[in-house]
T-cell receptor, first 111, second 114 residues
Framework: RKEVEQDPGPFNVPEGATVAFNCTYS??????FFWYRQDCRKEPKLLMS???SGNEDGRFTAQLNRASQYISLLIRDSKLSDSATYLC????????????FGTGTRLKVLA | DGGITQSPKYLFRKEGQNVTLSCEQN?????MYWYRQDPGQGLRLIYY???????QKGDIAEGYSVSREKKESFPLTVTSAQKNPTAFYLC?????????????FGDGTRLSIL
C-alpha cells in the first residue's frame, strides 16, 4: 500500500459546482499536511496547510481526519481557473523525517 | 523578491554526457531537495540536504550527484549513468528539515535526450 494515496481523477465538474478530494495516508506518525496545486507543465505551488481543526481560505476548505487517516480539500463555486492537479503532501516524523507527495488528483472545471 | 531559481528552464543532453542543473534560493532556508517528475507521475525524491556540506540520498539517487557548498545553492548533476534522464526536475526548499514546514518549489528544468 502506498504511504499517500489520491484518486487520480479526472474530476470533471461544471463551473459553480462544489468538489471535494481526499488524500489517505497510511502512517499514523504523520504530523503535518499540505495541499499543493500544480498546473500543466509547471511546478507545484503551496495552496494551503491543513490544520487539525480544519481551515478555510476563501473558496477552499481543508480538513484533517486523524481517526480515518485522510485529509480533504473542498472547493466551492468552482472557477475555470481552478482546473489543475491537486497534490497532497504528508510530513512523517517517526525516527527519520519524510515528506511524501501523493500523485495528485486532476480537476477539470467545464464552462 | 525571495524565491527559488532553477536554470536552465530547458536542457538537452547527448548520450554519455553529464549535465548540471542549477538551483539557487534566497529564502535563507536550511533544507533543499531535488525531485524528478515523469509525465502523469508523482514526485520522486532524488537527494536532499539538511544543511551546508551535508546531503542524503533519496529514493532514486542512482545516476545523480549533488553538492551543497553554500546555503543558497544545491546543484544536481545528471550523470551518464542515469539511463533514462528525460524528466521534469524540481528543486525545493524548506525552512528546516524535520520541522512541520512546507516545501516551496522552483519552476523546474525540463531535461531531454538528443
Amino acid at each position: 500500500r502506498k504511504e499517500v494515496e489520491q484518486d487520480p481523477g479526472p474530476f470533471n465538474v461544471p463551473e459553480g459546482a462544489t468538489v471535494a478530494f481526499n488524500c489517505t495516508y497510511s502512517n499514523s506518525a504523520s504530523q503535518s499536511f499540505f495541499w499543493y496545486r500544480q498546473d500543466c507543465r509547471k511546478e507545484p505551488k503551496l495552496l494551503m496547510s491543513v490544520y487539525s481543526s480544519g481551515n478555510e481560505d476563501g473558496r477552499f476548505t481543508a480538513q484533517l481526519n486523524r481517526a480515518s487517516q485522510y485529509i480533504s480539500l473542498l472547493i466551492r463555486d468552482s472557477k475555470l481557473s481552478d482546473s489543475a492537479t491537486y497534490l497532497c503532501a504528508v510530513n512523517i516524523t517517526s525516527g527519520t523525517y519524510k515528506y511524501i507527495f501523493g500523485t495528485g488528483t486532476r480537476l477539470k472545471v467545464l464552462a | 523578491d525571495g524565491g527559488i531559481t532553477q536554470s536552465p528552464k530547458y536542457l538537452f543532453r547527448k548520450e554519455g554526457q553529464n549535465v548540471t542543473l542549477s538551483c539557487e534560493q534566497n529564502l535563507n532556508h536550511d533544507a533543499m531537495y531535488w525531485y524528478r517528475q515523469d509525465p502523469g507521475q508523482g514526485l520522486r525524491l532524488i537527494y536532499y540536504s539538511q544543511i551546508v556540506n551535508d546531503f542524503q540520498k533519496g529514493d532514486i539517487a542512482e545516476g545523480y550527484s549533488v553538492s551543497r557548498e553554500k546555503k543558497e545553492s544545491f546543484p544536481l548533476t545528471v550523470t551518464s549513468a542515469q539511463k533514462n534522464p528525460t524528466a521534469f526536475y524540481l528543486c525545493a526548499s524548506s525552512i528546516d528539515h524535520g520541522r512541520e514546514q512546507p516545501q516551496h518549489f522552483g519552476d523546474g528544468t525540463r531535461l531531454s535526450i538528443l
